[in-house]
């Protein structure tokens, strides 16, 4: 290695860094130390004055000097190389940590600002369990809807498994906003562990697989009652589904026969449908509730208000609403309500049943010797 190498070098690892984009630089700053790869260029650097400084100092240990002049030009060729390894390897792990935490909001800011979100997706997964400290500000962008959206398109649930974990939910500041945000995504996604698990259990879709990584999320989350209620996931179900209802565009399609909707095989359209998806999660969820024996209110009555409000914006035209030869409603609307009532009469009489016997006194056997 020479001085012009190691310039060289140098200059290579500067135009590197010159080409990158900003996301990509503020990922770099904030995972690998800033000392690091000057400190190591520095050093060949040394090696390679010494080497050709001419000192006239007896090489230590009786070392022949063209030993001591080979080491120095590995030296200046190896630690420059060495830090160049050490930062790539420092930024591939990009493990967030109390010193470089306080970055993380920059760097969420410079990847909004720039429409680069694949680097936000990579840091995010490698530090799943090492977000609970994070601080207010990161939060917020963290669970901002744009960043949240674009996770969701890219098939990434992130924020859910976020969620999911009671340390991080509990640290942050501002829950309600994070868990709205994220659960009003889910139900708008084209697929998400949400679909999957409302059409493995309802039904709607033949061909999607409800995979095991999606039932751990959904087990952890919508079907385990403390998340449930604790993060009062039941607020964005019902507003999402009434905001759509309420907003009329739905009025003229829902209210039309749609053999596409009702279907029970192939791909149905209520598969993808954010009410049908809504209504599904709260009978997913409170029907947990029950079987964990779980007294909390778990707003049952969302289903109540869903249908009364649907029934609002239904057309009652007898030529269109009425049941098919069959008895099975023809427009999604009359579909949605005779699902929520047959819904909230199965949750009611488990309900009911669980109160029975809870309350029943224990009756002995008669004695068969009389």
């Known amino acids: 290695m020479s001085l012009e190498g190691l310039l060289t070098f140098f200059a290579l690892l500067a135009a590197a860094a010159a080409i990158m984009k ?3 630089r503020k990922s770099l700053l904030m995972f690998v130390p800033r000392w690091m790869v000057p400190l190591t260029i520095l050093a060949g650097l040394t090696c390679l004055i010494f080497r050709d400084m001419p ?16 080491l120095l030009t590995l030296g200046a060729f190896v630690l420059p190389l060495a ?28 990847a909004l600002r720039e429409s680069e979100l694949d680097e936000v997706d990579r840091v995010l997964h ?20 744009r960043l949240v959206q674009f996770m969701m398109t890219s098939h990434s649930f992130i924020h859910l498994e976020l969620l999911s974990q009671p340390l991080f939910l509990q640290s942050l500041e501002n829950r309600l906003v994070a868990v709205e945000n994220v659960i009003r995504e889910l139900l708008l996604a084209q697929s998400s562990p949400l679909q999957s698990a409302v059409v493995a259990r309802f039904g709607g879709n033949e061909h999607l ?18 998340w449930y209620h604790d993060s009062n996931a039941h607020y964005p179900l019902i507003i999402t589904a009434i905001n759509r209802i309420e ?10 026969p749609d053999e596409s909707y009702i279907a029970h095989q192939g791909v149905s359209k209520r598969s993808t ?11 997913i969820a ?8 779980d007294e909390r209110d778990f707003y049952i009555s969302d289903l109540w208000q869903i249908l009364m409000k649907i029934y609002e914006h239904t057309t009652w035209d007898a030529n269109v609403v009425n049941p098919s030869l069959f008895g099975e409603p023809t427009t999604p609307y009359s579909y949605l309500l005779n699902e929520i009532a047959s819904d909230f009469e199965q949750l009611t009489e488990k309900a009911v049943q669980f109160s029975i016997n809870k309350t029943s006194p224990t009756t002995s056997k008669p004695d068969s010797t009389g």
Not at 247 to 256: I, K, Q, R, T, V
Not at 273 to 283: G, H, N, Q, R, W
Not at 286 to 293: F, H, I, P, S
Request: net charge negative.
């Open 55 to 70: 000192l006239g100092i007896k090489p230590p240990l009786d070392w022949r000097l063209d030993l001591v002049a080979y």
């Open 83 to 110: 830090g160049a390894l050490a930062a790539w390897m420092f930024w591939l792990n990009a493990k967030l940590t109390s010193h470089n935490i306080s970055e993380l909001e920059p760097f969420l800011q410079t």
């Open 273 to 283: 449908c954010p009410l049908y998806l809504a209504i599904k999660t709260e009978v």
């Open 209 to 226: 697989q409800y995979t095991d990584g999606d039932g751990n999320l959904i087990e952890a989350t919508f079907e385990n009652p403390s």
């Open 22 to 24: 900003p996301v990509q």
């Open 126 to 145: 490698k530090n799943t369990k090492r977000l609970s400290n994070i601080p207010a500000g990161a939060a917020t962008l963290l669970f901002s809807p």
């Open 286 to 293: 409170v029907e947990a509730a029950v079987k964990a024996k």
């Open 247 to 256: 907003s009329g565009e739905l009025n003229a399609p829902y209210n039309l």
